[in-house]
């Protein structure tokens, strides 16, 4: 234990944030940004993913459910190395490790959000809908302004989880040079060559305290939404009822 302590007060800076200032951004905080940001450029992804899931037109729900069940039947280093390979071919030259990861992660874990998002709009009652229908919005207005926004509340907890599983996907960056947590430990441990236990013991602390952490928001943002929930659900519904039954009276 003594010996882990040494190390963190020896290496602390370079765990933290790698080689920054003087070379690349990496470790915890290079893990961190590329995790807030695949989820940041996946969700709109995956929102229109799962509309397009739940759309009534197959030329829709076809192609959506085939990038969903595709991506979450490969293993995400397959991924990797087909945006390691392909992205420079297709654009025309290379590109970093840490923009390779960022598109990996944003193409894997669109299909993952895409699924929770329409989990979360199933989850609504259907009164509301049926109520916006009856009093004229059309099928976008009542999806932009009705389902979208309650939908993505709810799923809140569930994005947040997603973040934790992107933080421990994001170690995978490894084999493509991405300077992030696991790769920064590495360097640690070429240089110390006998504590290898110690060095990664501390990243696997690390990594608990950070997904610990966010598991722990996960459950309070659920746990709150589910008190709002039960408390507003009867109210729309009975809103929801009032205005059919205004809709047909007066037709």
């Known amino acids: ?52 899931r739940l759309s009534p037109f197959r030329w829709l729900s076809w192609p959506a459910a085939c990038w969903v069940y595709g991506l979450r039947g490969i293993p995400l280093l397959m991924v990797v190395f087909w945006t390691y390979f392909c992205v420079p071919l297709l654009i025309g030259h290379n590109i970093s490790g840490f923009s390779t990861m ?13 699924e929770i998002v329409r989990g979360g709009i199933q989850a609504l009652p259907g009164g509301q809908y049926e109520a916006a229908r009856a009093l004229g919005m059309s099928y976008f207005k009542t999806l932009r302004l009705i389902i979208l926004p309650q939908a993505l509340y709810n799923t809140l907890p569930s994005l947040v989880s997603q973040l934790v599983s992107i933080i421990k996907d994001s170690t995978l960056g490894y084999v493509i040079n991405v300077p992030e947590l696991t790769f920064a430990a590495n360097q640690v441990n070429n240089q110390l060559l006998t504590k290898p236990f110690q060095v990664f013991a501390i990243v696997a602390i690390g990594y608990y305290l950070i997904c610990f952490s966010l598991t722990w928001l996960a459950n309070k943002l659920e746990a709150r939404i589910t008190r709002k929930r039960q408390n507003r659900v009867p109210e729309a519904d009975n809103v929801a009822q009032a205005m059919l039954l205004t809709k047909t009276q007066s037709q």
């Open 1 to 52: 234990m003594l010996e882990m302590f040494t190390i963190l007060h020896d290496n602390g800076m370079l765990f933290l944030m790698g080689q920054y200032p003087q070379g690349p951004l990496g470790g915890i905080l290079c893990t961190l940004l590329i995790s807030v940001l695949a989820v940041l450029f996946a969700l709109p992804v995956g929102v229109l993913l799962g509309l397009a």
């Open 102 to 114: 960022l598109c990996t992660l944003v193409i894997y874990e669109s299909a993952y959000i895409a």
